[in-house]
């Protein structure tokens, strides 16, 4: 059974760069793509980007110019780094698997982390 | 990005009841579309994908249809551990893009 765990700072500064990091266990981390989601009240559900464990990536639009998702297959881990985050970026984050997906479509993410709450705030 | 919309945004229902929620996209996502459950404190847990096709693991009194630009789930005889939110996510084009969501409660 595969499973997903979030670490990183639950707390950090406007202007600052949040850091997270996912474990993959339970299965390997080769040959999929792997996601990060958040979840705010105010804009639901948003996927930020996926890395494919060759490196390949797709990042929202929205966050492109403050986003980098990187994959290190050595220790089963992906992580994402956000710039210059603000208030507007509080939020759970999820990492995710996508159950399949060809070079541009995804059937959906049936493997998720429990989340970690990140707050930005002075 | 593209705009998926569900209705109704929240439903008062019993046990045993049918409840059936839908969801529209902007524009045709073929069959690339997700359902997922959410309760509180908890990630999403994927129900359907493909449109239609029942993940691995879920009853089988949640069943779906559709394909193109409308879709819906339906739960049969609802039961108490189905009291939760429903999202409905595309996949078919970039940014991934979930619905605003349904609040299945109790009546």
């Known amino acids: 059974q595969v499973q997903l765990q979030e670490s990183g700072p639950g707390l950090l500064k406007p202007s600052g760069t949040l850091s997270l990091s996912c474990t993959v266990s339970?299965?390997?981390?080769?040959?999929?793509?792997w996601a990060w989601i958040r979840q705010s009240p105010g804009k639901g559900l948003e996927w930020i980007g996926h890395i494919h464990s060759t490196g390949t990536s797709n990042y929202n639009p929205s966050l492109e110019s403050r986003v980098t998702i990187s994959v290190d297959t050595s220790k089963s881990q992906f992580s994402l780094a956000l710039s210059s985050v603000t208030a507007a970026d509080t939020a759970m984050y999820y990492c995710a698997r996508p159950k399949y997906c060809t070079n541009i479509n995804c059937w959906g993410f049936d493997y998720w982390g429990q989340g970690t709450l990140v707050t930005v705030s002075s | 990005d593209m705009q998926m919309t569900q209705s109704p945004s929240a439903v008062s229902a019993s046990v045993g009841d049918k409840v059936t929620i839908t969801c529209r996209a902007g524009q045709n996502i073929r069959s690339w579309l997700a359902w997922y459950q959410q309760k509180p404190g908890k990630a999403p847990q994927l129900l359907i994908y493909?449109?239609?096709s029942l993940q691995s693991g879920v009853p089988s009194r949640f069943s779906a249809s559709g394909s193109g630009t409308d879709f819906s789930l339906t739960i049969t005889s609802l039961q108490p551990e189905d009291f939760a939110t429903y999202y409905c996510?595309?996949?078919?084009?970039?940014?991934?893009?979930f619905g605003p969501g349904t609040k299945v409660d109790i009546k």
């Open positions: 493909g449109a239609t």
């Open positions: 996510q595309q996949g078919y084009i970039f940014p991934f893009t």
């Open positions: 339970g299965g390997s981390i080769n040959n999929y793509y």
